[in-house]
């Protein structure tokens, strides 16, 4: 049975809704909605998609194992598209070729030029995205109004949900945040106004930015997560709605 209908099925048997499960397991509804529907062009990259399956499964009381199997089967079977018939191309042929045509290139050599050229550019590009690898995914623009230069604090909320006020260097820093093994947490980050990160983080993992102005993060398991400023650790408030939001921010004097 596709891996959509498996999940509605156990969801409907056991009497939950979408809004339960996402209330659970902190997955947003629209995403529980794509998995059920095998809407697969609106799901992120596959392993933010295992981190959905084995949320819902836990929240289902389910082993995992099976549906992650369903999950590779139905997108292999998507992703394998019907081999188009091969077109033989009958050249025309010339008894006497115009004597302007006995030194032009052919076409095919042309073509053979350019693919080299394309082949070329990818390897140098190839080699210069090695060079220059960055582990961090690239932010994304969300259209949110940059921090002001003129702010000289680092503001860091505590548990009470009070902000808390530490001199600030003006200096850029780095901002790390880790999932405790066994654990899972659905999280949002924002850097210097730029959507950073968006999905689930798996237990064990950890994700890291170099801040220059300010960054917002939102937690969806709060208990599972640890935040950290230059290795200093950041304090998390409590969920509110099941989302817990920090922010630190930094700027020059």
Not at 1 to 8: H, I, K, Q, R
């Given at each position: 049975?596709?891996?959509?209908?498996?999940?509605?099925r156990l969801r409907r048997e056991r009497g939950k809704t979408l809004a339960e499960v996402e209330a659970a397991t902190k997955i947003m509804g629209r995403m529980l909605s794509a998995?059920?529907?095998?809407?697969?062009?609106?799901l992120p990259a596959k392993v933010y998609v295992k981190g959905y399956i084995q949320n819902?499964?836990?929240?289902?009381?389910v082993d995992a194992a099976p549906l992650l199997e369903e999950y590779a089967h139905d997108t292999g079977m998507h992703a394998q598209l019907p081999e188009r018939p091969h077109l033989k191309h009958?050249?025309?042929?010339?008894?006497?070729p115009h004597r302007l045509d006995v030194h032009a290139i052919p076409t095919g050599a042309w073509k053979a030029i350019a693919a080299a050229v394309v082949v070329v550019a990818l390897l140098v590009w190839g080699i210069s995205a090695l060079v220059g690898r960055d582990d961090t995914p690239p932010p994304i623009p969300v259209g949110s109004t940059p921090a002001s230069d003129s702010a000289s604090s680092v503001t860091e909320v505590g548990e009470t949900g009070?902000?808390?006020?530490?001199?600030?260097?003006?200096?850029p820093f780095t901002l790390k945040i880790d999932v405790a093994e066994g654990q899972s947490s659905w999280l949002q980050v924002?850097?210097?106004s730029l959507l950073a990160y968006d999905g689930t983080l798996p237990g064990?993992?950890?994700?890291?930015?170099?801040?220059?102005?300010?960054a917002v993060i939102?937690?969806?398991?709060?208990?599972?997560?640890t935040i950290t400023r230059d290795d200093r650790p950041v304090e998390i408030p409590a969920a509110t709605d099941g989302i817990a939001e920090v922010t630190v921010t930094a700027a020059a004097d």
């Open positions: 049975m596709p891996l959509g209908n498996t999940l509605a998995l059920e529907n095998e809407r697969w062009d609106e819902y499964a836990d929240f289902l009381g009958i050249p025309e042929q010339t008894v006497v009070s902000a808390a006020t530490a001199p600030a260097s003006g200096e924002t850097v210097d064990g993992q950890s994700k890291q930015w170099t801040v220059t102005s300010d939102r937690v969806g398991k709060p208990a599972a997560v």
